[in-house]
């Protein structure tokens, strides 16, 4: 059976992203492996907007424990990826991101791809998961 992601509802963030001419593969449109560094290009910025790093959420590191890619079109160099987001399912050590990648061609939304990437709390300086420290959960929503 295929992967259906099913999005959390709200969207709470969006950043626009550029296609580069690096992200282009041999079939002319947007390698699967790059929608990952698309993805991890927009959860950089989602972070940002706190002030947060991955190796600095409010006094945690992140990693992405898991991912799930739906395909859903084709991108291309010279689109923007608009990316929304939407966090759910979190827990004491670890959240969900959801991303809704997206284009506009001809004056009509295209989607591009859903994502859902699991993401874990953890101590880089002792190489071990940690508990969602409480300015990071107020940011996510609790």
């Given at each position: ?53 991955e190796m600095n959420a409010g006094g945690c590191g992140l990693i992405m424990a898991d991912s799930a890619i739906q395909y859903k079109a084709e991108a291309f160099y010279g689109d923007t990826i ?61």
């Amino acid at each position: 059976m295929r992967i259906r992601i099913q999005f959390p509802t709200p969207f709470t963030f969006s950043v626009a992203i550029p296609v580069r001419i690096s992200d282009i593969n041999y079939g002319g449109h947007v390698g699967n492996d790059r929608i990952l560094s698309i993805v991890h290009e927009a959860r950089m910025a989602f972070l940002a907007q706190w002030n947060y790093t991955e190796m600095n959420a409010g006094g945690c590191g992140l990693i992405m424990a898991d991912s799930a890619i739906q395909y859903k079109a084709e991108a291309f160099y010279g689109d923007t990826i608009l990316v929304e987001i939407a966090v759910a399912n979190i827990g004491p050590v670890a959240f969900d991101l959801f991303y809704k990648l997206s284009t506009t061609r001809s004056e009509k939304m295209i989607p591009i791809a859903f994502v859902k990437a699991g993401m874990i709390c953890f101590d880089y300086a002792h190489r071990k998961i940690e508990n969602i420290p409480g300015d990071l959960l107020k940011c996510l929503g609790l």
